[in-house]
């Protein structure tokens, strides 16, 4: 084995190291840490910060990247050697670009946007989020400056969450959903309005049903373990230490599909493959990759007819005095119901697109200085009256609903709806490959389909793009049309709204 | 402020951040972290140690520390400044005499026996662990080779969990403790067989009512956490982040008392001043002061009468089944039975120190070669039988039980005793200071002692040695006769056998 090689593989493991000991420093903070453990836990994490940027940006190991020019050459593409030091490559050059007393700023920013954000939430006074919007957006634009490969300056913001993706690429993408979906969320508006039977769904009872959920899908408590947050998220200190939280209201079953969607996010690291633990390729390719397989569990498998032909008795034994008189049918409409709302994360499948796509119109907007900061409220509110036909009450159930400006992640919500597009993508693959599934789905068995998604995606982590990994996967570009027919399906499906894709029961799952 | 004096500080705040960091990693892998997780943990924790260690015997901290010396003589001796520079240096020179090539043998040998003893103690087979018992005492041969300023090899040894106690003290301490307790353990052994009312107690109850207890003792969750594992330990990721674990069987109330006396060790760390915080300072002086702490509020608080006076009644109204027929002098009996058994954790206080002395010897005369590893189950069970009078019937309840030499935690075990023999000592001060206290505990208050505690002891953290400790607090060096005038004090009162230091129970709290 090449020497260089073998020195950079070492220098990356201690970095990765200390940047999956941040990762278990953050779960802790979210999920078990006392509140008094705030201030000296900043410190912790800003010093692992600090040591492992100091480690990457050394010229070392732009040094050894050099040097392994040839090495790269004479390896397959796909192998973990030649992957290992293009990506690094990638990374080091971007992590070079950004002067430290930047990254700094950014940090601090966000460390004083948080505290206000949450004020300003809880008061609905978008004023007292406003300077902290503007020094957000000036320093994402320095940001930008530091860069000159892009076609436009929200490029670079993208390229952090969804690498080598261009802002025009996933325009044309979300122009094409708007087109579909502002008219399907009008046509479904009269017939989607089903309300959760109005139960009592005993916490306790919940979390043993969700367990038993989970199970079938691959949760394994030698490596994986499962916590209660306000805001449901996945963790993966390593591979074989999974960690996703869930949150459970005694009205509502929404922390069985927040189960589902971070148990996607888990499955994606734990299925990466061992001899990538200890690099900087043992994670997601992308957010938006990431969030397709979140979806998928959440929305394709667990929204299914199949599914819930397997789980709809137990969930009736489960909860009886609930649900004692509903039927399958009326089941599957419930937790397929369309109904516009005002919160981005109570979104259902037809809607949420939408919400999206006003954040990343507006994050553009506000980013070329079109839009100001103290223009945004009225931005936000005109656009979801023209995309989803509701009235935005106020600013906390508005503009100030998302923590993301707040921490600086400004080009991150895109990612979510590319995972819609990518899940359904991929999944039309699946389908193909996997005719036997919606049978194994109705004896409660996922074991083809998540070693499917292991062998096709997971197993490599970030040794490709999200381009490179569709074009492995499904053999095409980004493409919007197998999400829309995949909509169109399950809303003739489950409110006979005329869809476009013949007899499609099945091919919607 | 001297500017060598700041880089010094802010060198050594990175490194205690990486250190308590690795402490939060070790508290997760205990209490959280699911099992697959262990071998990229033991990277992440091996990667921060490395780091860590590094940074520290850099020799620019040596050349910060020298630069310092006349800043050091111009601050008083017990302030932050001098104590910081003092103790980092004594550190230092000692972490500069290992060389790195024996510290990865250590750390290896240790990961090594550590499953290997786990088996051993299984089948009770000490051949299974013999050549690592053999190695570890080889390797701290060569440990103590690395030194030169001791009056024995033990002395080594034994500074790494007690700086600056010399073996031959200790040796006088536990001589005459030995020549005390022994005749001690004879006179009690017929009347101390009280057993555990045999009852059961739910273990929820028993959560609620340790719960009650501690918050009285002053465990606010706005700092501190409680968990459940099979060995209670204390970790302290920082000040206010204060984790004790405790563990309950329902036929016995050994958890109530684990609590106790994790909460002292939590307790100490958290009454650290502030202005401590990402110092080297801001922990325990050493093992023995901290121990004295937990068995302090485990045994000199937890096992009082006035305790009892204002706990009984609740504990009864807890457990009505197991309880409603035992009176409170029988309950105290209960809590202060004596009985020679086999094995140490679960010895009470007139018999624990004797386990403590048999390792202690043992330990010395491995390490002189005196006695021969393969010769060790014997030496342990004649041992046995004339410090204790029992017989021991197997490895597993002997020489296998306890974890610390197959982790190579050799000097470790005499720090238990010390901290009885410390408690005693600091104990006797209290009851000068604050007359009051046996008046407030009957009115379930601890706050004038915890107040103490953290006046006269906590708040200094690590910046004075344990001699210099007791000098400052009680003004006596190490003194073994406040702990046996506290046994037989104890002994008469519960047991009425002949006390010598006269009516005492006041005294003996």
Redesign the interface.
Known sequence: MNTSYRELKERL??IV??E??AE??RW?QQV??????S???A??LA??G??AHERFVDPGIGRLLDGLESFEESRPYDSVEASLVRVTRRDWRKARRVPSDLLVELTRAAALAYPAWVEARQRSDFSLFLPHVERQFELRRRYVDCFDDFDEPYDVLLDDFEPEMRTAQVRRVFERLKAEQIPLVEAVGERGHADHPPGHYPVERQRRFERDVVDRFGF??????CDETVHPFESA??????RITTRHFEDSLDGLFAAMHEFGHGLYEHQVAPEL??TPLCRGASLGLHESQSRMWENLVGRSRPFWRFFWPRLKETFPQALGDVETDDWFHLVNRVQPSLIRVEADEVTYNLHIILRFELEQDLLSGHLKPTDLPEAWNARMEEYLGVEVPDDRRGVLQDVHWAGGHIGYFPTYALGNVIAAQIWERVQEDLPDLESEFEQGEFGSLRAWLGENLHKHGRKFTTAETLERVVGAPLDPEPYLRYLRDKMESAYALPGSAGPSESSAG
């Open positions: 493991a201690e190291d200390l999956k000991t278990l420093l802790d078990k840490m006392p509140p008094g453990g201030a000296a836990r410190e912790r010093t692992l600090r040591i394994d408590p030698e490596a994986w373990r200190p390593s591979r074989n230490d999974i633990e200890r």
